[in-house]
Nanobody, 128 residues
Framework: QVHPVESGGGSVQAGGSLRLSCAASGYTFNNHCVAWYRETPGKEREGVAA????????FYGDSVKGRFTISQDNTKSTVFLQMDSLKPEDTAMYYCAVDESTCFDGDWALLTRYLEIWGQGTLVTVLT
């Protein structure tokens, strides 16, 4: 079974950038949905961005549109989340999740319901 591992989290000043990575040792994300979610205490897990690696369809949560970009490398072994213009409210634990769907065409409610394979998370802290 695939075990996605997130990396790239850290602390950054507001307005700065970070790039998160999601990879699974010895595994390629061929024709998978790879999604980034984030979670803060007291809030529901929020869908941030998703990519269908078979067709490069990308989907974004409303709160990050225009600031975050999801992409994959050419070998489909790593999915990136480029986060620009970071705000303090972006502070959260960020999780990578993998599914063999087409990301349900960006239907976050459906995607959240069916995602079963999750990484351990990487912490992003945006300082004021």
């Amino acid at each position: 079974q695939v075990h996605p591992v997130e990396s790239g989290g850290g602390s950054v000043q507001a307005g700065g950038s970070l790039r998160l990575s999601c990879a699974a040792s010895g595994y390629t994300f061929n024709n998978h949905c790879v999604a980034w979610y984030r979670e803060t205490p007291g809030k529901e897990r929020e869908g941030v961005a998703a990519i269908y690696t078979g067709g490069r369809g990308t989907f974004y949560g409303d709160s990050v549109k225009g600031r975050f970009t999801i992409s994959q490398d050419n070998t489909k072994s790593t999915v990136f989340l480029q986060m620009d213009s970071l705000k303090p409210e972006d502070t959260a634990m960020y999780y990578c999740a993998v599914d063999e769907s087409t990301c349900f065409d960006g239907d976050w409610a459906l995607l959240t319901r069916y995602l079963e394979i999750w990484g351990q998370g990487t912490l992003v802290t945006v300082l004021t």
